[in-house]
C-alpha cells in the first residue's frame, strides 16, 4: 500500500495565499513521480509548482531526480517557490504573460 506522500510545510501556507489572489490550485503532489506539487492557473496562464520549504538549508532544497526531470520538460511553465513573497512574484509574472483582460 502506498504511503501518502510528505509535503513540506509550508505548501499549506502558499496553496491559500494562491487561492485567495484568485488563482485555481490543483494540489498533485500525491502523485507518483509527477515533479511538482501543484498545478496552478492564474490569469490565463499556467504553470506547474514545485514547493520548497524555505526554513530548510539550502542542502534540504535540492531538487530531487523527477523534479528535475519535470523542469527541463517543461521549461518556463515549471516554478520552484519557497515563500509567499516568491508566490506573490509568481503571480505577478503570470499575470503579465496571461490572457487577462489586457491581453
Request: proline share 5%.
Given at each position: 500500500?502506498?504511503?501518502?506522500?510528505?509535503?513540506?510545510?509550508?505548501?499549506?501556507?502558499?496553496?491559500?495565499?494562491?487561492?485567495?489572489?484568485?488563482?485555481?490550485?490543483?494540489?498533485v503532489s500525491s502523485l507518483?513521480?509527477?515533479?511538482?506539487?501543484?498545478?496552478?492557473?492564474?490569469?490565463?496562464?499556467?504553470?506547474?509548482?514545485?514547493?520548497?520549504?524555505?526554513?530548510?538549508?539550502?542542502?534540504?532544497?535540492?531538487?530531487?531526480?523527477?523534479?528535475?526531470?519535470?523542469?527541463?520538460?517543461?521549461g518556463s511553465k515549471f516554478?520552484?517557490?519557497?515563500?509567499?513573497?516568491?508566490?506573490?512574484?509568481?503571480?505577478?509574472?503570470?499575470?503579465e504573460h496571461g490572457l487577462?483582460?489586457?491581453?
Open positions: 500500500m502506498r504511503r501518502a506522500a510528505k509535503i513540506d510545510a509550508n505548501q499549506p501556507e502558499i496553496v491559500e495565499y494562491f487561492r485567495k489572489a484568485g488563482a485555481v490550485v490543483d494540489i507518483p513521480g509527477i515533479g511538482y506539487d501543484l498545478i496552478v492557473h492564474y490569469m490565463g496562464a499556467i504553470v506547474l509548482v514545485e514547493v520548497k520549504d524555505g526554513s530548510k538549508p539550502p542542502s534540504e532544497r535540492c531538487l530531487t531526480a523527477s523534479e528535475t526531470a519535470a523542469w527541463k520538460r517543461h516554478a520552484v517557490i519557497s515563500d509567499i513573497q516568491e508566490a506573490n512574484g509568481l503571480l505577478n509574472s503570470m499575470a487577462g483582460p489586457n491581453k
